[in-house]
């Protein structure tokens, strides 16, 4: 791990991982720390003036996550595809949450157990987001399907993941999507579904991994960014 100074006093820190990639990785955590992942055929010195230049939105990143964790994972509202609903608990003797027009509400017994709104809501969630994914799933293999390409039989798995979106074992036609996306714009997720399906013609993140991507999906840039 590694420290380098930058203007007015602060600093970032870094962890350099080499690895057969063709692109420079960076990844921000709430610790603060950078981890970069590269090949050995970058020079320490091209990584560190890349991480110069990118140093304030990598901080600003940071910062963001160390508020994020800081917080309760359902506040006073819970975000479902990008948009914030305020929970209303209500009394009642049905025990479920609804996302109903513009507002989250929780029927229960026990509207003073937090613990137990939280569950209600987590699982209403993981009821909705397992249907988008059954619907996007089916919207990505149609396009491909039209296009000529007929992507093998696949087993979609929902997941609380900490470290990744996704991740696509191409030799066991199994995608994993994780839950967390549930609180990100409808099109990020499919953008998601996109990227996992694409590993299937191309197992590392190459240029054509890419223009692959951009062909069937063309935005998926503005809409992958947001996860970065």
Not at 93 to 115: I, P
Not at 172 to 186: D, E
């Amino acid at each position: 791990m590694k420290t380098i100074k930058l203007g007015g006093g602060r600093e970032l820190t870094y962890e350099l991982t080499r690895k057969p990639v063709r692109n420079i990785n960076f990844r921000v955590k709430s610790d603060g720390v950078v981890y970069v992942s590269a090949s050995r055929s970058v020079p320490v010195a091209r990584i560190e003036e890349l991480l110069a230049e990118r140093a304030d939105a990598l901080l600003s990143a940071a910062e963001r996550l160390r508020e994020r964790d800081g917080k309760s994972e359902i506040g006073d509202t819970v975000r479902w595809l990008g948009t914030e609903y305020p929970i209303r608990v209500i009394a009642s003797s049905r025990e479920l949450a609804v996302l109903e027009g513009n507002e989250c509400r929780v029927f229960t017994r026990h509207g003073d157990d937090r613990e137990h709104t939280e569950r209600l809501i987590r699982a209403a969630v993981s009821e909705r987001f397992t249907a988008l994914c059954r619907e996007l799933d089916g919207e990505v293999r149609r396009g491909l399907s039209a296009a000529g390409l007929v992507p093998p039989p696949t087993r979609i798995t929902i997941k609380d993941m900490s470290s990744r979106w996704g991740s696509c074992s191409y030799t066991r036609g199994h995608i994993s999507i994780n839950i967390r996306l549930a609180a990100y714009p409808r099109d990020t997720v499919l953008s998601v579904f996109w990227h996992e399906y694409a590993h299937y013609w191309h197992h590392d993140h190459s240029a054509r991994f890419y223009a692959f991507l951009e062909r069937f999906y063309p935005e998926y840039r503005r809409w992958n960014g947001l996860l970065k």
